[in-house]
């Protein structure tokens, strides 16, 4: 996964290497589909994210750019909310306090 050098947060990152492990460790049970869309899904994140770790951008908007239904994107999420990578409230998507973007 292609991580933006541009991206600055707190002193831990999501590094290329802590995303693979987080969608290991988040889909190691799941589908093949699923962790494929979860890792696209977390691509796209740090790619879209502002530099606070929000995202503000619908589902919709989620789901049309990567061309992924929105049934496997919303599963995808819950998962992520469950481990706690990610929260969502008032239609944003956030990275909790212990994951940050790349340096």
Do not use: W
């Not at 802590?18 to 740090?46: H, N, P, Q």
């Amino acid at each position: 996964m292609a991580i933006s050098e541009s991206r600055k947060m707190g002193s831990e990152s999501l590094t290329e290497i802590k995303a693979g492990e987080i969608c290991r460790d988040c889909f190691a049970s799941e589908s093949e589909r699923i962790a494929e869309t979860g890792e696209m899904f977390i691509d796209y994140f740090v790619k879209n994210a502002s530099e606070d770790g929000v995202l503000f951008k619908t589902i919709k908007e989620i789901t049309s750019d990567n061309n992924i239904p929105h049934q496997t994107l919303s599963k995808v999420l819950k998962i992520l909310e469950e481990k706690k990578f990610i929260y969502r409230r008032n239609g944003i998507i956030g990275l909790t306090k212990n994951t940050r973007l790349k340096n």
